[in-house]
């Protein structure tokens, strides 16, 4: 695996599992938490804005291989008895 490939799979790792815990952030009104949540969704995308357009074969399959992975783990990561009682700090009382 290349480089290039690795980080494309990083960063889609990345974008998709931030992208996941985004909706969750959200939904459940932790609006600090996205605010901050929002610069990673920016940075993991200006990655795959430089590397995409260019990929090979090994690329593209990192590219598809990192989203599932991302999703999942962020599924995981947020149900996490320490994520939540990290977010209770943050969350906004309405």
């Known amino acids: ?11 889609t790792f ?13 939904n459940n009104g932790h609006g600090i938490a996205a605010f ?6 920016g940075a993991a995308n200006l ?4 590397l995409a357009p260019n990929a090979s074969g090994w690329e593209i399959a ?8 991302g ?3 962020s599924m995981f990561v947020y149900r ?4 939540a009682q990290l977010l209770r700090t943050t969350r906004h009382k309405k």
């Open 47 to 50: 990655v795959l804005f430089k």
């Open 14 to 26: 990345a974008l998709v599992f931030c992208l996941g815990l985004q909706s969750q952030l959200v």
């Open 1 to 11: 695996m290349t480089a290039a490939a690795l980080l494309l799979l990083l960063s």
């Open 62 to 69: 990192a590219y598809l291989a990192g989203g599932p992975f």
């Open 80 to 83: 996490h008895p320490i994520t």
């Open 36 to 41: 901050c949540n929002s610069l990673a969704i």
């Open 71 to 73: 999703i999942v783990a």
